[in-house]
T-cell receptor, first 112, second 115 residues
Framework: GDSVTQMEGPVTLSEEAFLTINCTYT??????LFWYVQYPGEGLQLLLK?????DKGSNKGFEATYRKETTSFHLEKGSVQVSDSAVYFC???????????FGTGTQLKVEL | DTAVSQTPKYLVTQMGNDKSIKCEQN?????MYWYKQDSKKFLKIMFS???????INETVPNRFSPKSPDKAHLNLHINSLELGDSAVYFC??????????????FGDGTRLSIL
């Protein structure tokens, strides 16, 4: 079945550091890929998405590129802020299906 | 505001009780979902309804029964609550159709604690 693997956290960075959160997936066909963010005490918010190979999703300075050859969708940001502290979830939705499969989430802590 | 809204936000109750969580979306979406997030933040889908019809039913105890009176509402009723039911439950919705890459929009969650 479909699965998503994320790097384990917590990830602790200093403000303005470069961020990478790795995400790889296993799926048949051509899934759509998503990153969701969950701030403390809140629900999940869509951060960015990519629907086909080589697509780059971007939002709020975050980027991720859909790499079919490596089945990856790594999240990056050039300069993190304290306000980026949250849990980040990578997810996939199979082509022709409704079900979202989530990774285990990666907690990011950004310190001054 | 356009959103997915869940009530209550917090629910503390005794083991063995029956409780319901309500969810409403005013986004005009035709598909709604319930997810369970455990203490380690792991998210797992429980149910999905499309136009009031059940389309996803993961391995969930029969004590959990979703009910969709119309496509804007998906309520979750839980019978005989157990300690292991303590979690955060998220409702979500999306627009289905030919473009099946539409993202899901989530509510803020209901934090269920069983004493």
């Amino acid at each position: 079945g479909d699965s998503v693997t994320q790097m384990e956290g917590p990830v602790t960075l200093s403000e303005e550091a470069f961020l990478t959160i790795n995400c790889t997936y296993t799926a048949t066909g051509y899934p759509s890929l998503f990153w969701y963010v969950q701030y403390p005490g809140e629900g999940l918010q869509l951060l960015l998405k990519a629907t086909k190979a080589d697509d780059k999703g971007s939002n709020k300075g975050f980027e991720a590129t859909y790499r079919k050859e490596t089945t990856s969708f790594h999240l990056e940001k050039g300069s993190v802020q304290v306000s980026d502290s949250a849990v980040y979830f990578c997810a996939l939705r199979p082509g022709g299906g409704n079900k979202l499969t989530f990774g285990t989430g990666t907690q990011l802590k950004v310190e001054l | 505001d356009t959103a997915v809204s869940q009530t209550p936000k917090y629910l503390v109750t005794q083991m063995g009780n029956d409780k319901s969580i309500k969810c409403e979306q005013n986004l005009g979406h035709d598909t709604m979902y319930w997810y369970k997030q455990d203490s380690k933040k792991f998210l797992k889908i429980m149910f999905s309804y499309n136009n009031k019809e059940l389309i996803i039913n993961e391995t969930v105890p029969n004590r959990f029964s979703p009910k969709s009176p119309d496509k804007a509402h998906l309520n979750l009723h839980i019978n005989s609550l157990e300690l292991g039911d303590s979690a955060v439950y998220f409702c979500a919705s999306s627009q289905d159709g030919e473009g099946r890459n539409q993202p899901q929009h989530f509510g803020d969650g209901t934090r269920l604690s069983i004493l």
